[in-house]
């Protein structure tokens, strides 16, 4: 099992910036990519970005994409999100996952609330 906590959201206005963070501890040693997701009051969650944890390959939901991004630090077991040009829709509760090597996202963090004000 792969423990993860996030820290960082808050409340800031639209236009304003965010970064979230992803402790990963446990049995790491499996984990292929971690990622990041969110779910709005009243919808399903959505993906947001991911990182492969060796190769550090990045891929981002089209909303997202040129505002958000994602990083890893492997020595530290840990994964950001840096989110720029927030907007008011970006408000959720956003998750980190683990994904393990031929798997699906099996570890999730608590989430951590992001709201933007406009």
Do not use: H
Not at 49 to 70: D, E, K, L, N, P
């Amino acid at each position: 099992q792969v423990q993860l906590v996030e820290s960082g959201g808050g409340l800031v206005q639209a236009g304003g910036s965010l970064r979230l963070s992803c402790a990963a501890s446990g049995r790491t040693s499996n984990t292929y990519a971690m990622g990041w997701f969110r779910q709005a009051p009243g919808k399903e969650r959505e993906f947001v970005a991911t990182i492969s944890w060796s190769a550090g390959r990045t891929y981002y939901a089209a909303s997202v994409q040129g505002r958000f991004t994602i990083s890893r630090d492997s020595a530290k077991n840990t994964v950001l999100l840096q989110m720029n040009s927030l907007k008011p829709e970006d408000t959720a509760v956003y998750y980190c996952a683990a994904r393990p090597s031929g798997g699906d996202y099996d570890n999730w963090g608590q989430g951590t609330q992001v709201t933007v004000s406009s």
